[in-house]
């Protein structure tokens, strides 16, 4: 028999109880700096050495955290389904999970590319680097001669991977939602494409801005949030 499949999206609150900081919620990211200082073009054309530090300091810091259960849970689904993740995060913690089919939305952290124009549509035609957990600083070049900035998505930018994320969710029997305000566009609006009867579980210990007939709400934190949604999976099996 085809296993089913599940498609899940996560945002920064899976990687909480890792120690990462998610960026809405109160000491967040976003509330200790300002997301237009950091995440946009204009920020690295302004002041790149204080986008490099904050990318440096988030590597870094990356080395140092180890993937929670929640991610492992995760990975475990693969046992059963036909799992692929979607994430917004830049961590690498679905991967260090054992996760194998992950869609980095807004990039990754442990990758660099030189810097283009304003618009790089495709990230596929362009030149990617490991970095592992390495810091880059101004001056630091790729193979063509361009200055090194992090391979991730900031705000005003294309986000190149969407259309494999859409046709995931378009074929998925089960879309699972864990830990993410749903405040940033395209990844907020993938549960639109899901089928109409297809059920969408979400985690998140908060109120959610997700207001639709399918949903089913786990009011909880990642880790036990996952416990719960295979007890339900389970059962309705
Ligand atoms: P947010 O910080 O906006 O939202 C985090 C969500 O996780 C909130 O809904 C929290 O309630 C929830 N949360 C907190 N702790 C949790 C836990 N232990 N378990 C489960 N959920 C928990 O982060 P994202 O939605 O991921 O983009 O943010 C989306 C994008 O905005 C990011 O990818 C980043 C940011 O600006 C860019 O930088 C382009």
């Not at 809405?24 to 986008?51: C, F, Y």
């Not at 810097?115 to 070049?141: H, N, S, T, W």
Request: one cysteine or more; proline letters at 4%; glycine letters at 8%.
């Amino acid at each position: 028999m085809k296993r089913k499949k599940i498609a899940v999206l996560s945002g920064a609150g899976v990687s909480a109880e890792s120690g990462i900081s998610t960026f809405r919620d109160s000491n967040g990211l976003w509330e200790n700096h300002k997301p237009e200082e950091i995440a946009t073009l204009q920020a690295w054309k302004n002041n790149m050495d204080g986008v490099l530090d904050f990318y440096n300091k988030r590597r870094k810091e990356l080395q140092n955290v180890r993937p929670n259960e929640a991610h492992l849970a995760i990975a475990g689904l693969e046992k059963d389904y036909d799992v692929c993740v979607i994430t917004q995060n830049i961590d690498n913690l679905h991967e260090r999970a054992g996760s194998s089919k992950i869609i980095h939305l807004h990039g990754e952290l442990t990758k660099v590319r030189p810097e283009q124009g304003v618009y790089e549509k495709d990230f596929g035609l362009m030149e990617v680097f490991d970095i592992g957990y390495a810091p880059i600083v101004r001056g630091d070049l790729a193979p063509n001669g361009k200055q090194l900035r992090p391979h991730v998505v900031w705000f005003g930018e294309a986000v190149p991977n969407i259309e494999k994320a859409i046709e995931t969710v378009s074929a998925t029997d089960i879309f699972l939602i864990v830990g993410t305000s749903l405040a940033v566009y395209p990844a907020a609006g993938l549960y639109r494409y899901a089928r109409f009867d297809t059920p969408i579980y979400l985690i998140d210990p908060k109120d959610t801005v997700l207001k639709d007939k399918r949903m089913i709400h786990i009011r909880e934190k990642a880790v036990t949030g996952m416990q719960t949604f295979m007890k339900m999976i389970n059962e309705s099996e």
